[in-house]
């Protein structure tokens, strides 16, 4: 079997560089990266990454070839690519995370931003050469007839590049995030808004999340490209070219995310937790401080539950572990000093001796959010915009009888609402009635429920996603 190239901004491994030069190297953080490490570990397939460090960069100057599999590192088959920190910046922070990120998840403060100027071009440019560099690195990787899998919002343009070095190839590209309806999608300058497009319709399949955000994308290309598409099909035609798009809704692998909840050191934060709250029911929500998430938002509907409910009080305990996220933004150091000062007030106004209503880390802890997963009773996710938030999904999996509060515009929202509590995210009242229905929420339907998300949530784990994805590539 050919080899698959599965291209991504951040890999399976990264690593850390200490005072005398040693480097330690751990598994990749995100989402997308636990979703796809256990693909990867299959044979045939190449991970092709950025460096996005100081101790990366300096594995991949060890590494022949960038290639990290044959420098000494057990990490299966990568290639690192060492692109210009300055490129990667300007790429990475001021296009991937400060414009697409802000677009498909509706983030911007209109009045004030954004604003396309003469520094936005510039950083533009090293948008495109980073994704040029992608394009190139899987063009020289590739054998003939290979298939390319380009993930995400950072290699938007790659496809149609590696398209123009590389035809004989089959290349798919899928988006984790939302996508923008077209009239939010048309902030951008038009000319970088048809190269986002045509970047993704180089592919010949472009997958979404859910079938919403592959509607979004096929209206902002018929919209703004003036591309033929059939919906009933679903497919593309611009230029010549037809692209398939595909829907597919990435679940959780239940065992394997079971094997490592029942590890020790899961354990042994469930005893101190259980140590700290007692046997309080508890309220659990696992984010990172990412605008979209609506961390303070949820944290007010907590603070008003606890107003209108005073008979829980010293009955509950809201777990809340936001961890950190792109602090290198000013508008994310600024939310995570909002969460703070949220959780603050929560503790003033309701905290006593033997009592303690809110617990707040902002330490990434991976083991202690699988504790607290299965201690959960009621799980909250309430993000404002979200491509799927797989804590929606875990959660249920690792405490059978957890009751899920969950906001409609999250992606999970379209396999999970029928057995949630659902939600508006703006609606902070309306939250906090959520959060005493699902802790008042009866035991017989509370099970049948978490039953119900389970199915939902395994529905299609990573290995079963990843290989439709590539049987619709062959097709």
């Known amino acids: 079997m050919n080899t698959v190239l599965l291209a991504s901004n951040r890999g399976p491994v990264s690593f850390t560089l200490a005072d005398d030069g040693s480097l330690t190297m751990r598994r990749g953080g995100g989402g997308m990266v636990s979703g796809l490490s256990e693909v990867a570990k299959d044979g045939n397939v190449l991970w092709v990454c950025a460096a996005l460090s100081d101790g990366d960069r300096s594995a991949v100057r060890l590494a022949p070839g960038g290639r990290l ?18 490129t990667f910046h300007r790429a990475y922070n001021a296009v991937a995370n400060s414009t697409l990120w802000f677009v498909n998840h509706l983030l911007y403060d209109t009045p004030n931003s954004p604003q396309f100027d003469m520094r936005f071009r510039r950083e533009w440019e090293s948008y495109q050469d980073y994704n040029a560099a992608f394009a190139l690195a899987l063009a020289e990787e590739a054998a003939h007839g290979a298939r390319a899998m380009i993930q995400d919002y950072h290699l938007t343009l790659a496809p149609a590049m590696l398209r123009v070095e590389r035809p004989d190839l089959r290349i798919a590209h899928f988006s984790h995030t939302p996508w923008a309806p077209p009239e939010y999608f048309s902030l951008l300058p038009d000319d970088i808004a048809a190269e986002l497009l045509t970047g993704i319709l180089g592919a010949d399949q472009a997958g979404f ?13 018929e919209t703004l490209l003036g591309a033929q598409v059939d919906r009933l099909q679903g497919t593309i035609t611009y230029e010549g070219r037809t692209t398939r798009i595909g829907v597919y809704p990435l679940g959780v692998d239940g065992d394997a995310l079971w094997a490592r909840a029942l590890e020790p050191d899961v354990e042994s934060h469930m005893v101190a937790l259980r140590e700290r709250v007692g046997d309080r029911k508890l309220i659990v929500r696992i984010d990172r401080t990412e605008l979209s998430k609506n961390i303070v938002r949820g944290l007010s509907a907590y603070r008003q539950f606890l107003t209108d409910h005073p008979e829980w009080h010293r009955k509950v305990v809201h777990l809340a572990f936001a961890y950190p996220s792109r602090h290198d933004l000013p508008e994310y150091r600024e939310y995570t000093a909002a969460v703070q000062r949220c959780a603050k007030q929560i503790e003033d106004e309701f905290a006593g001796e033997d009592w303690d209503p809110l617990i707040l880390n902002v330490d990434d ?9 299965r201690m959960a009773d009621v799980l909250l996710v309430n993000p404002i915009r979200d491509g799927m938030n ?9 405490a059978p009888h957890c009751a899920l509060v969950l906001s409609r515009e999250a992606g999970a929202a379209a396999e999970l609402g029928a057995d949630a509590l659902m939600v508006n995210p703006y609606d902070v009242s309306g939250t906090a009635n959520a959060l005493y229905d699902a802790l008042t929420l009866p035991e017989e339907d509370r099970a049948k429920r978490g039953a119900r998300l389970r199915a939902a949530a395994t529905a299609l784990p990573p290995r079963q996603w990843f290989a439709d994805q590539l049987a619709a590539l062959e097709r």
């Open 69 to 86: 599999d044959q420098a000494g590192y057990d990490t299966g088959p990568v290639r690192m690519l060492d692109i210009p920190p300055a």
């Open 209 to 221: 999340l859910t079938a919403r955000w592959a509607a979004a994308f096929m209206d902002c290309c």
């Open 365 to 373: 802890d991976y083991a202690r959010s699988l504790a607290a997963y």
């Open 390 to 398: 797989l804590v929606a999904k875990e959660g249920p999996i690792l």
